[in-house]
């Protein structure tokens, strides 16, 4: 089988960089996925790595490592707007289709 | 707008009734997704559809069934609803390339079973 694991809550300042950590456990891996949902809203997409490093995407970057089963959303220049829920994903094995099996999430609050 | 369109947005159901929550999108993509989000619980799948005419159970399929008869189209039915169906109902679709480009979500159903 297949689990994640990513803290459940982060608390923060306007400004300041959190860093939201997911480890998984898989049978074979093909890539980590990050989603933001709002409180209310629907699940969307931020980013997906499937080679080790960091990845930038305006102020938020997702880091993987392979080898540790290890991968992290960087979100910087926290602004409120970023309270938010996120969740780390991997695409389970079951066929080469690969259906997302998600994480609990991590409610990020951002503070004045 | 592309996307995915949910409805009802929300309902309120009387146990032992049958519901169908519809989901329809317009990218063409060949994979589909119903996710049930519960608190403290993330999202877990219910079924899934790689290509119309197929489909497949989730992690979570009992008391629920999906139909795909064609490529924009896949609905969930509960067949006679209980409380512990209470949960926001999430469609979503994807290439099927094991979510590099990522799925795309609908609004969600809000379904209370009362």
């Known amino acids: 089988g297949q689990s994640l694991e990513q803290p459940s809550e982060v608390t923060a300042v306007e400004g300041a960089i959190v860093q939201i950590n997911c480890t998984y456990q898989?049978?074979?891996?093909?890539?980590l996925s990050w989603y933001q949902q709002h409180d209310g809203g629907a699940p969307t997409f931020l980013s997906y790595?499937?080679?080790?490093g960091l990845e930038e995407t305006g102020r938020f970057s997702s880091f993987l490592s392979r080898s540790d089963s290890y991968g992290y959303l960087l979100l910087q220049e926290l602004q409120m707007k970023d309270s938010a829920s996120y969740f780390c994903?991997?695409?389970?094995?079951?066929?080469?289709?690969?259906?997302?099996?998600f994480g609990a999430g991590t409610q990020v609050v951002v503070t004045p | 707008i592309a996307g995915i369109t949910q409805a009802p947005t929300s309902q309120i159901l009387a146990a032992g009734r049958r519901m169908t929550l519809r989901c329809t999108q317009d990218?063409?993509?060949?994979?589909m997704y119903w996710y049930r989000q519960d608190l403290g619980l993330g999202l877990r799948l219910i079924h899934y559809?790689?290509?119309?005419?197929?489909?497949g159970k989730g992690e979570v399929p009992d008391g629920y069934s999906v139909s795909r008869a064609n490529t924009d189209d896949f609905p969930l039915t509960l067949a006679s609803a209980v409380p512990s169906q209470t949960s926001v109902y999430f469609c979503?679709?994807?290439?099927?390339?094991?979510?590099?480009?990522?799925?795309?979500f609908g609004s969600g159903t809000r379904l209370t079973v009362v």
């Open positions: 990218m063409r993509h060949n994979a």
């Open positions: 979503a679709s994807s290439e099927g390339d094991r979510g590099r480009g990522g799925y795309t």
């Open positions: 898989t049978s074979g891996f093909y890539g």
């Open positions: 559809s790689n290509t119309a005419g197929t489909t």
């Open positions: 790595n499937a080679l080790d």
């Open positions: 994903a991997v695409p389970g094995l079951t066929d080469s289709w690969g259906k997302l099996q």
